[in-house]
């Protein structure tokens, strides 16, 4: 096994902090991995890694490695493919992650186009609905929606999603359409909480300058977003979401826009990506591809 291929090992031991699921995904004997391992650490004079019989994590010099061991071989990457037919031939394995909506409804049903256009490309989406870590977890990019918070990360902003309030026509049919703020008594939201119990259930709008808060009742608390979606189709209350994903349930009547002048602030939508030199290629071609994707459902002013 050559230095590049230990350190692509390496890699993938330090992303899943497993030797055997490493073993796995690569499709090697446990015992290579392991020794793949053990090879690249004597050939640096330092251990990369610290095992336990419950888990595995790098050490600091581990993260130092990690970090730049995989600029080192995406330069590597981008020599090999400069005379493979022009460039628009990508290869490699792409390493995203977005929300379950957003996958699902917008980019899933079109991924099919990215990938003939890009045959050699191979993609991992992760679909978690919680933030990332892109440096340990290895990501290329990730699409994130709602403010940034993390400045070590580069970002490059789409544009702004609109929100909206909606019902389906059941709930609406048992509890009454809200037509001001004041009718919300008695109502409920279906509160969206990634920590389940992290926060209060609050009805969120915005007056073109600031947003307000004020106290509605719920009786449900979900921490994902399809979960969400289907808890409103089941009539169990009120949500404040993207209006691009809820767009064919509207005009199909499942769902019903509510309280249009008491809209949540539009949501900020970007890709982030690990500060570097050099994004890339396989990257920069797949936020163009999405960007363009979400073209349609975002003011890009806001």
């Known amino acids: 096994?050559?230095?590049?291929?230990?350190?692509?090992?390496?890699?993938?031991?330090?992303?899943?902090?497993?030797?055997?699921?490493?073993?796995?995904?690569?499709?090697?004997?446990?015992?290579?991995?392991?020794?793949a391992v053990r090879q690249l650490e004597q050939q640096l004079g330092t251990r990369l890694l610290q095992r336990t019989t419950r888990r595995v994590q790098m050490t600091q010099e581990g993260e130092a490695f990690h970090a730049r061991s995989r600029e080192v071989l995406d330069e590597v990457e981008a020599l090999r493919g400069m005379f493979r037919g022009g460039e628009d031939v990508l290869s490699g394995r792409l390493r995203v992650d977005m929300s379950v909506a957003l996958a699902s409804e917008l980019v899933l049903p079109r991924l099919g186009e990215f990938m003939a256009r890009h045959p050699q490309l191979a993609i991992d989406l992760g679909t978690a609905d919680r933030r990332v870590d892109l440096i340990r977890e290895?990501?290329?990019?990730?699409?994130?929606?709602?403010?940034?918070?993390?400045?070590?990360l580069v970002a490059r902003p789409l544009g702004s999603y609109k929100l909206v309030n909606c019902a389906s026509p059941a709930y609406l049919a048992q509890h009454g359409t809200p037509l001001r703020l004041e009718d919300l008594v008695g109502h409920?939201?279906?509160?969206?909480?990634?920590?389940?119990g992290g926060s209060a259930a609050a009805w969120e709008w915005f007056d073109g300058e600031h947003t307000h808060y004020a106290p509605v009742g719920s009786m449900l608390t979900v921490n994902g977003t399809a979960s969400y979606k289907a808890a409103?189709?089941?009539?169990?209350?009120?949500?404040?979401?993207?209006?691009?994903?809820?767009?064919?349930?509207?005009?199909?009547?499942?769902?019903?826009?509510?309280?249009?002048?008491?809209?949540?602030?539009?949501?900020?939508?970007?890709?982030?990506?690990?500060?570097?030199?050099?994004?890339?290629?396989?990257?920069?071609?797949?936020?163009?591809w999405v960007a363009g994707l979400l073209k349609p459902y975002l003011d890009e002013g806001e």
Do not use: W
């Open 138 to 152: 290895a990501y290329d990019c990730v699409l994130r929606a709602g403010v940034l918070l993390d400045s070590s």
């Open 232 to 288: 409103c189709l089941a009539g169990l209350g009120i949500i404040q979401v993207p209006g691009a994903g809820l767009r064919e349930l509207i005009e199909a009547g499942k769902l019903v826009e509510v309280l249009p002048d008491y809209r949540p602030a539009p949501m900020p939508v970007a890709f982030v990506y690990p500060t570097r030199r050099h994004v890339p290629a396989r990257a920069v071609a797949f936020m163009d």
């Open 1 to 35: 096994m050559n230095e590049l291929d230990t350190i692509q090992v390496f890699l993938k031991v330090a992303e899943l902090e497993s030797f055997s699921g490493a073993a796995r995904q690569l499709g090697l004997p446990n015992a290579t991995v392991s020794a």
């Open 188 to 196: 409920r939201l279906i509160h969206y909480d990634a920590q389940l």
